[in-house]
């Protein structure tokens, strides 16, 4: 199983990124799964999540402004950043939901910066 992570960048606060991961080697389309961020310091935590069907849920911080989706004919998962804060940066990783430990990529930073 393999996740790779693109599209991070640096942006100025209230910009925009998207977010792209690639899934391989796994039954994409069954998985909930879930955008994950993790700064200096502290534990990863989970920003989104979007189940096997579609239906996508947010932690209170990213609410209204991030967006989750996934095609699962493309082994493909999305997170469309709007609006974007300084509290927004760290490496955003992809990963089944709950995560398993040994399918963690490399993650593609996301840095706010004005």
């Known amino acids: 199983v393999q996740f790779v992570e693109s599209g991070g960048g640096l942006v100025q606060p209230g910009g925009s990124l998207r977010l792209a991961c690639a899934a391989s080697?796994?039954?994409?389309?069954?998985?909930?799964m879930g955008w994950y961020r993790q700064v200096p310091g502290k534990k990863r935590e989970l920003v989104a999540r979007i189940i096997s069907t579609g239906r996508a849920e947010y932690d209170d911080s990213v609410k209204g402004r991030f967006t989750i989706s996934r095609d699962n004919a493309k082994s493909m998962m999305y997170l469309e950043m709007n609006n974007l804060k300084y509290e927004d940066a760290g490496v955003y990783y992809c990963?089944?939901?709950?995560?398993?430990?040994?399918?963690w990529g490399q993650g593609t930073q996301v840095t706010v910066s004005s």
């Open positions: 080697g796994i039954l994409f389309r069954i998985y909930d």
């Open positions: 990963n089944r939901e709950p995560a398993v430990v040994n399918y």
